[in-house]
Nanobody
Framework: QVQLVESGGGLVQPGGSLRLSCVASGFTFSTYVMKWYRQAPGKERVWVAR????????SYADSVKGRFTISRDNAKNTVYLQMNSLKSEDTAVYFCNAVSRYDYWGQGTQVTVSS
C-alpha cells in the first residue's frame, strides 16, 4: 500500500538546523512531484517547498526562501527538507505530499523551534 513516512523532526533552538526526510513506498516515486507543507497550531496547512520529479526544479514559499532546501533521491524513494536558521515561527507539523495522477500525504513530523 502507499506510504509516506516523515522523520527528523524535533526540538531545536532558534538559529539551529534540522533535516526532515520522507520515505515513500507503494507508488512510482520518481514520477511524482514532491512537496512539503506545514501546519502551525490553530492555523491552516500551508505549502513550504516543491521539487519536480527529476529534482531539477525547486520552488519555495517566501517565508523559507534562502533558509530551507528541498532535495530528493529517487534511488532511495526519499525527499528531504534541510532547514537552516530556524525561527520560532517555523514551529509546525511538517507533512510531505506526493502529487501526480494521485495525491498522497504522510502523517507529519513535529518541528518545534524554541529556546
Amino acid at each position: 500500500q502507499v506510504q509516506l513516512v516523515e522523520s527528523g523532526g524535533g526540538l531545536v533552538q532558534p538559529g539551529g538546523s534540522l533535516r526532515l526526510s520522507c520515505v515513500a513506498s507503494g507508488f512510482t516515486f520518481s514520477t511524482y512531484v514532491m512537496k512539503w507543507y506545514r501546519q502551525a497550531p490553530g492555523k491552516e496547512r500551508v505549502w513550504v517547498a516543491r521539487i519536480s520529479s527529476t529534482g531539477g526544479v525547486t520552488s519555495y514559499a517566501d517565508s523559507v526562501k534562502g533558509r530551507f532546501t528541498i532535495s530528493r533521491d529517487n534511488a532511495k524513494n526519499t525527499v528531504y527538507l534541510q532547514m537552516n536558521s530556524l525561527k520560532s515561527e517555523d514551529t509546525a507539523v511538517y507533512f510531505c505530499n506526493a502529487v501526480s495522477r494521485y495525491d498522497y500525504w504522510g502523517q507529519g513530523t513535529q518541528v518545534t523551534v524554541s529556546s
